[in-house]
Every structure is written in structure tokens, then in C-alpha cells.
């Protein structure tokens, strides 16, 4: 009985010891990227496949300006679906 107790115990104390160091690490990241915030715009493109080359040219642009493809749907017999989406590092200012 003793043994199961000590065994209790001793899960119970790794468990806080567990919730502690994640919560520290937490604290720690949160106040190293504390300055800053992230937002992200999403483009909707609706392209024929009868000008896949003029589609892969556009996409190929908003690809170098940090553009990248969340979702495609390509169902209907004439057109592509895209959108597009971008993720912007923002940094706060100090008041």
C-alpha cells in the first residue's frame, strides 16, 4: 500500500514539475517575441485553363513577394481556383 502511495506521489510531483517548466518556457517566449504580432491576408484567383501559362507567371510574382497557395480548387471544367495567402511579421512600438 505504501508503494502505490509513493508511486501516486511521486506522478503527481513529475506532473507539476512538467507544468512548471512549460509554463516557464512559455514565459520566457512569449516576452522574447513579446514585440511582436503576426497578421495575415488572403487573395482569392479565379484563372482560366486555357491561360495556365499567364497563371503560372502571376503565381510565380506573388510567390517572391511572400504570397503562398492555402487552398486550390480546380472542379469546374474552365477554371482554377486559388487563394492565397500571406503572413506579415508586424514588430509594436514602445509607448
Do not use: C
Not at 514585440?35 to 499567364?54: A, G, N, S
Amino acid at each position: 500500500m505504501i508503494e502505490f502511495i509513493t508511486h501516486i506521489a511521486s506522478v503527481i510531483f513529475t506532473a507539476i514539475v512538467i507544468v512548471v517548466i512549460v509554463s516557464l518556457i512559455n514565459r520566457v517566449e512569449r516576452k522574447r517575441h513579446g514585440e511582436y504580432h503576426v497578421t495575415y491576408e488572403y487573395k482569392f484567383f479565379k484563372f482560366r485553363y486555357l491561360e495556365i501559362q499567364k497563371m503560372i507567371e502571376e503565381l510565380d510574382t506573388l510567390g517572391n513577394d511572400g504570397w503562398e497557395v492555402a487552398s486550390f480548387a480546380g472542379e469546374d471544367s474552365f477554371y482554377a481556383y486559388f487563394i492565397l495567402k500571406r503572413e506579415t511579421l508586424h514588430t509594436t512600438k514602445k509607448r
